[in-house]
């Protein structure tokens, strides 16, 4: 085998982790759940992985525009405070640093899908934080500001020309804004699980989106691994497969774990890893193996933790 198609197939097969440290500079008040200790715990999850770490780039302006009007850019950058966080809503904050972090998790995202579309891996992950999946076009939400994975989903279509991309959302809470800013194009399918009723109070299972490209899969408080893996594998699966995307987006929250301080789903550790090749090996058939997967929630350290872990095992194995 010559040389550089034997390194070329090494990084094929590993994981490329998009990630920037300005991920500990936004930095909500004490206590806050959404804190810069999480992002501790998804660098710790790196640990015994085969992946390639990758500085997440800044998202510019004209990188945000498609999901994100210029009104509402600037008005964020206007708020920035130069010392005090300020609350831009009752969950979301923002400090000096939240900018510069809040760009680089969209930028991650970004990078990872043209790293992906572009041939140089078949998997990446995005370990940063803030989150995204509840940032609307023009309000930020539950702890997000930028719509990370809408966007990214946005940039594997209009960029790389791509027909059809799917994302699955497997944090405990509906991902209001990605549904809002995807559903009206009929090629973007968005699949979800989460608890309901719950926070933010969307995702009922008759909102299927104008294209009848969304399928939400609300789950009763206290829903063990089973009935998880069963209403995944009923309701999304089939979906997933028949969408037949060029690469499938993961919102990946790790609060419906039962350990989690704010959900109140019942999942366990193992979870995450079956849903994580469950996808993976619809990627394999239809996507030619490409996933880029957004870390979102997770407030039990430990639990952020594991989940993180057995997600990247889950994401090396094909
Ligand atoms: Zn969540």
């Known amino acids: 085998m010559h040389v550089l198609h034997f390194v070329r197939s090494i990084l094929r097969m590993s994981i490329l982790v998009f990630s920037h440290p300005a991920s500990l500079r936004h930095r909500p008040p004490a206590g806050h759940p959404e804190r810069p200790e999480r992002f501790e715990a998804m660098m710790t999850a790196l640990a015994g992985h085969e992946v390639a770490l990758r500085p997440a780039p800044e998202a510019t302006d004209d990188d945000l525009r498609p999901c994100h009007p210029q009104a509402y ?12 966080a300020i609350a831009l809503d009752p969950d979301t904050w923002l400090s000096p640093g939240t900018l510069e972090a809040a760009r680089r998790s969209a930028g991650a995202a970004l990078a990872a899908v043209d790293a992906v579309m572009t041939g140089q891996v078949r998997r990446a992950l995005v370990a940063a934080r803030p989150p995204g999946h509840h940032a609307l076009a023009s309000r930020p939400m539950g702890f997000c500001l930028f719509g990370n994975v809408a966007l990214a ?17 497997f944090d405990v809470h509906h991902g209001n804004g990605t549904e809002a800013l995807v559903e009206s194009d009929p090629r973007i399918l968005f699949c979800s699980t989460h608890q309901w009723p719950f926070w933010p109070g969307t995702g009922e299972a008759s909102h ?3 294209h009848g490209t969304v399928v939400n899969v609300p789950l009763p408080a206290g829903t063990e691994g089973p009935a998880f893996r069963a209403a995944v594998a009923e309701r999304i699966l089939p979906r997933l497969r028949a969408h037949r995307p060029d690469l499938v987006l993961i ?11 704010l959900g109140g789903l019942a999942l366990e550790t193992e979870d995450f890893r079956w849903i994580t090749r469950e996808i993976a090996a619809i990627a394999q058939d239809h996507a ?17 933790r594991d989940g993180v872990g057995v997600h990247l095992a889950a994401l090396g194995e094909t």
């Open 288 to 304: 030619q193996g490409r996933v880029v997967s957004c870390v979102e929630g997770g407030y039990d350290l430990a639990a952020l």
């Open 208 to 210: 299927e989106g104008p």
């Open 251 to 261: 919102s990946a929250g790790f609060d419906a774990h039962r350990a989690d301080p």
């Open 73 to 84: 850019l600037d008005r964020l950058a206007r708020a920035a405070p130069a010392a005090e």
């Open 153 to 169: 989903a946005r940039r594997v279509i209009d960029r790389h020309g791509a027909e059809r991309v799917a994302i699955v959302d």
